[in-house]
């Protein structure tokens, strides 16, 4: 959480906070509020679902947090911001998001600018299928027919 309390100064100090960024520190990949809140209560800690959007909300403001996606369940994932950024390949089914260590798209970005003569402030890359666990799931079950 250390390189987080630049951003943080002036705003009380908080366990309910401190859980979520941990929460989020350890995750592999961006969570919805639900998954926050259901890891933090695995480990018995007493908090509120409302109490969570607060949070996310606050560390959104404050540019703690950024949606990295969100998908036709209309949930959004949450991630740190960190100083390289992401892109995910998102499964279809189960909805999980895998990152993907490379950016494909920085090259193309800086040609399509200067063409253009636009400045880009960000970007987004997301592939979508089927992850491994699910293609293996939708194979045994055609072949259990």
Request: with cysteine.
């Amino acid at each position: 959480m250390s390189m987080f309390y630049e951003n943080l100064k002036g705003c009380r100090a908080s366990k309910n906070r401190d859980e979520v960024l941990a929460v989020m520190e350890r995750a592999s990949a961006p969570l919805t509020i639900d998954e926050i809140y259901l890891k933090i209560k695995k480990k018995k800690n007493s908090v509120s679902l409302s109490t969570i959007y607060r949070i996310i909300d606050k560390l959104t403001s404050l540019n703690i947090v950024r949606i990295a996606a969100t998908l036709d369940d209309n949930k959004a994932r949450y991630e740190l911001v960190k100083e390289q950024h992401h892109h995910y390949m998102i499964c279809n089914k189960c909805k999980k998001m895998i990152p993907i260590d490379i950016c494909p798209v920085e090259e193309l970005e800086q040609k399509i600018a200067d063409s253009a003569g636009f400045t880009i402030t960000g970007h987004k890359f997301e592939l979508y299928g089927e992850c491994k666990n699910c293609a293996k799931k939708e194979k045994e079950l055609t072949n259990d027919f």
